[in-house]
């Protein structure tokens, strides 16, 4: 398994550099590739505030690849649970992460914004 780093997706998505976005198609078509949270949470970063890529967008990108076949994330569902709640809610990236966990774990913090995602998510029993 390979894992990737932020500029391949973007790379990927981009297409700005065409040699690199070339590079990077043929490792995400052909090879069995793992996306870490920390990735996303950067790839989401630079997509939104680096390019001005609409959250829409970003998330149905993202969705899309975390649902090959071919790539991994630590836990897919939380991933996809993440990037949906931070395309519905006003809270930045990693906050949507903890909110998608909170449904599984306890998450303990001071941010509000972030209690009131968890406190709208139901727990899984």
């Given amino acids: 398994m390979i894992r990737i780093d932020t500029n391949y997706i973007v790379r990927y998505f981009m297409n700005d550099n065409k040699e690199m976005a070339d590079i990077a198609e043929n490792i995400l078509a052909n090879e069995q590739v793992f996306i870490s949270n920390e990735v996303l949470a950067e790839v989401v970063y630079v ?8 959250k829409n967008s970003i998330v149905e990108k993202l969705i899309m690849l975390i649902n090959c076949d071919n790539v991994a994330t630590l836990d897919d569902t939380i991933s996809v649970n993440a990037l949906t709640i931070f395309k519905e809610k006003s809270i930045d990236f990693v906050d949507s992460i903890l909110c998608a966990y909170s449904k599984y774990d306890e998450i303990k913090t001071f941010d509000k914004k972030l209690l009131k995602c968890i406190e709208t998510s139901q727990k899984v029993d």
């Fill in 47 to 54: 997509l939104l505030g680096v390019y001005n890529i609409s």
